[in-house]
């Protein structure tokens, strides 16, 4: 199934963030022809970057790589909730899917806390798709912070 495969490289990058010590979050963009563009996992302690979010570098990349500022078309996969600063990228971007997997009920924008595609103030709306290989993001997030304690 076409969204297991490019989940599966979200979660490849989820599990190489976790490998650098950072938050296991990973995430891919795929162009309307179908190619996987940018795929970026968590780097906030590397670069010392708040916004150094999974979603947020691989938006950065696919934009460099197309020369524009707009993904019109795009999908963007990642692997947790987009937190609302993320939410917000993936509206500027024109981002025309997301899916994400795991559900964040602590720092996650899109489907509670601030719900930032429902504000009338939100320009452009993807179509959203949660729930995707939401027990394997789980599972490495819960594994990464139990490792923490
Ligand atoms: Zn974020």
């Known amino acids: 199934m076409v969204f297991r495969s490019y989940m599966s490289d979200a979660l490849e990058e989820a599990r190489l963030a976790g490998a650098r010590g950072e938050v296991p979050v990973g995430a891919v963009v795929v162009a309307p022809d179908g190619s996987v563009v940018a795929r970026a996992g968590n780097r906030t302690r590397e670069l010392s970057d708040p916004t150094a979010h999974a979603e947020t570098l691989a938006i950065r990349a ?88």
């Open 62 to 149: 696919a934009c460099a790589a197309a020369g524009s500022e707009r993904l019109t078309g795009y999908d963007l996969y990642v692997t947790l909730e987009p937190c609302p600063m993320c939410a917000a990228v993936i509206s500027f971007a024109r981002i025309g899917r997301l899916y994400y997997g795991a559900s964040d009920p602590k720092s996650g924008g899109v489907a509670q806390g601030p719900r930032v595609f429902s504000h009338s103030q939100c320009h452009h709306v993807p179509e959203v798709y949660d729930g995707i290989a939401a027990p394997e993001a789980e599972r490495m997030l819960r594994e990464f912070f139990a490792s923490r304690r």
